[in-house]
């Protein structure tokens, strides 16, 4: 699994590419903003505060994507290089089989479908470059345009999984269809 170069996905209307230093007023904004946030808890420190933390946060990204770690892929609109919002792969399982995702998205974007086009993608991507058999996704119970995103993108509820770490979170999984994964 290696995630240079960086694999840049180009979808309908989105450009999914890689995340700049010169972003970090972007990525202040989605990790600070209250809607945006409203659901997202992170520990004191995971916050992103002002802007040396953005780009302590996009260093760490580059850090992942080097080592392996971790993929996180900025947005944006086709005609417009400016970041709308991000999608990531992470918290890898020990042998690279099982990812989550991770995604946020500007407010004044969010409700015309623009994550389920980058989340369709960045599924595909797991299963087919990255050979994923299962990925998951931990939202709020209460987050309804998180869980209406994941089940319209045939993410399924599992009600007997708990997050231990926030038992307000449910968890959703996608299994990986081709039978060569397992
Ligand atoms: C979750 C989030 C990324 C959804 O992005 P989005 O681009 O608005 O989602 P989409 O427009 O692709 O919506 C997916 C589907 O759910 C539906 N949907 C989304 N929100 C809905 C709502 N509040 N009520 C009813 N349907 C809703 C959409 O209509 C769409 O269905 P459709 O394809 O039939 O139209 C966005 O709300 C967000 O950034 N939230 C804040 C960050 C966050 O909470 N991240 C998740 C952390 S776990």
Redesign the pocket.
Known sequence: MKFLPFPEIKTERLQLRKIEESDCDVILFLRSDK??????KRTKSRRTKNKADALKFITKIDNGIKNNKFISWGITLKNNPKII?TICLWNFSKNNKIAEV??????I???????????NYIVNFGFNTLNLSKIE????IK????R??L???GFKFIKNRIDRGNTFNIIFEIENPAANSH
């Open positions: 809607t945006v946030n409203k659901f997202i919002g991770g995604y946020d998205l500007n407010p974007f969010q409700r015309k479908g623009i994550m389920s086009e980058a989340l996704a931990f939202t709020h987050n309804e345009n998180s209406r995103l089940e319209k993108n």
